[in-house]
């Protein structure tokens, strides 16, 4: 049977000429009975002149910017409003309101424009278009519209809150890591909306699934985005799809990357890297770890594949704060997924089965929160520890250091105290006649290079009886 081939003509109207601002689109409210196309549905004649998206099924329920409003809802692609950089090209935020668009809610949206230097060209832009602008699911973002003049292509998406999983993740390292429920809720809405891209009538291989791609609303709903690579699935006999490889290191599966042959089951080996990335709190291509560790699948299969060894793999973040009955489900699952053999892996629907099992396991530890404070230092001392007070003043003093005067006049004045309070019991002049006839001599200390003499220290002085076995100072007879 042939293929109806649908000529570029009839796809977008004025890509190279500009759509004036008061040309309002009206947006197509009926649904189209007819089956989704895809991108080989597309007769591509070379440079396209006079395209028309908006008259074919694929622009119903997409709107069309002209470029200066999106200049305006972004504020002229201001840095305030800038959210990221892709494969594609930068991505801003910005706000829809009635002004702007009629007919069209107020609404904060996020503009991806294309990188005319970028690795992804104007193939691409149309490929998402094609494919958003028929497929909706609650884990797949929405495209709202397109824009395309001249040499300009952008698209209009719903705005995601929480950004992309791979931020919550890995790089918003000061505030709070993402709880074990909450990862769990987007790895199940994450591989719903593979599994519909899978089952559908006509089914769709993702090709780039990644932490980046997966995008999270304001209650952390995961929805798949950026179908730049998308591929429709094999069809009749076909057991697979043969196509240049392309996709992230570290996410594609390896029979991909070695024959170029594409499936559903490499969607569901990229699957099992995110999924172990959840787990783990790793990148999947780290080369700031150690060479074994660096790449995440080779260091975490010997471990996923024993439950006693799954604790080695959790993310310290968690601070064991999961359920670790979920926490073994989960790493086999990663496990099967992995299989290096395609027709081992379980299907994207048997994942969601599973995973749906696991949102109701409840072993989590409910652990104590605990505030702690570091001690500030504080400028008195403890009254409970007044001989470590002393004997720490004691030994001080005794510490010498040939180059350093300071410390002979510290000695000297703590000889003077210790005179004074036995000054009661001796008479002055006998104490007078001790004070000459004892002296010390300085025994060298190991590790100095100079000779010093330490300050007479007078024999009976309780310095003296606590260090007398420690010094070497005999008396002399003058």
């Known amino acids: 049977m042939a293929r109806e081939k649908v000529s570029w003509t009839h796809l977008i109207t004025g890509c190279y000429k500009g759509r004036s601002q008061s040309e309002p689109k009206k947006v197509n409210s009926k649904i189209p009975s007819s089956p989704r196309k895809s991108f080989t549905d597309f007769n591509i004649p070379g440079s396209p002149f006079s395209l028309d998206i908006s008259n074919s099924s694929i622009g119903n329920n997409l709107h069309v910017f002209t470029l200066a409003e999106l200049k305006t809802i972004t504020q002229n692609f201001s840095q305030n409003n800038f959210l990221g950089e892709g494969g594609f ?39 998402e278009v094609i494919f958003l602008g028929q497929l909706m699911h609650p884990n797949l973002v929405r495209l709202i519209g397109y824009c395309c003049e001249e040499e300009n292509r952008l698209l209009v998406y719903e705005y995601m809150v929480r950004g992309s999983l791979e ?16 990862r769990m809720k987007i790895a199940l809405g994450a591989a719903e909306g593979l599994a519909f891209l899978h089952e559908a009538e006509k089914s769709v291989i993702y090709r780039d699934f990644k ?127 992995l299989k290096d053999n395609p027709k081992s892996r379980p299907t994207m629907s048997a994942v969601v089965k599973t995973l749906e099992l696991m949102q109701s396991f409840d072993d989590i530890p409910v652990g104590q929160f605990v505030y702690t404070v570091s001690p500030s230092p ?100 003058h």
């Not at 009629?102 to 149309?126: F, N």
């Not at 931020?167 to 909450?182: D, G, V």
């Not at 992230?248 to 569901?268: C, F, I, K, R």
């Open 167 to 182: 931020n919550q993740l890995f790089r918003n390292r000061f505030s709070a890591s993402l709880p074990w429920t909450t």
């Open 211 to 337: 932490a980046s791609n997966i995008l999270l609303d304001s209650d952390y709903t995961a929805k798949l985005s950026d179908f730049g690579l998308a591929k429709d699935g094999p069809e009749g006999d076909d057991t697979h799809v043969s196509t240049r490889v392309m996709g992230t290191q570290g996410y594609a599966a390896p029979e991909y990357v070695m024959t170029g042959h594409l499936t559903a089951m490499s969607d569901v080996y990229s699957f099992g890297v995110v999924l172990l990335e959840i787990l783990t709190g790793r990148r999947s291509m780290d080369k700031a770890r150690p060479i074994r560790e660096q790449n995440l699948t080779e260091w975490a299969k010997p471990y996923l594949g024993d439950s006693r060894k799954v604790d080695r793999l959790m993310d310290p973040r968690l601070d064991g704060q999961y359920s670790i009955k979920g926490a073994q489900k989960a790493a086999q699952l990663a496990y099967q997924c």
């Open 378 to 477: 504080s400028r008195d001392k403890p009254e409970t520890e007044p001989n470590k007070k002393e004997s720490n003043e004691e030994t001080k003093t005794l510490k010498l250091d040939d180059d350093d005067n300071d410390d002979d006049e510290k000695k000297c004045n703590n000889k003077k105290k210790d005179d004074e309070m036995e000054g009661s019991e001796d008479d002055d002049e006998e104490k007078n006649k001790k004070d000459k006839s004892h002296h010390h001599k300085r025994r060298r200390s190991p590790g100095h290079r100079h000779k010093s003499t330490i300050s007479p220290v007078h024999s009976e002085t309780s310095l003296y009886k606590y260090f007398n076995n420690g010094l070497n100072s005999p008396k002399r007879n």
């Open 89 to 127: 090209g930068p991505v801003h935020k910005g706000y829809i309101d009635e002004k702007i668009k009629p007919g069209l809610k107020p609404m904060r949206v996020a503009v991806k424009l294309l990188d005319l230097d970028g690795l992804q060209g104007h193939r691409e832009w149309l490929t």
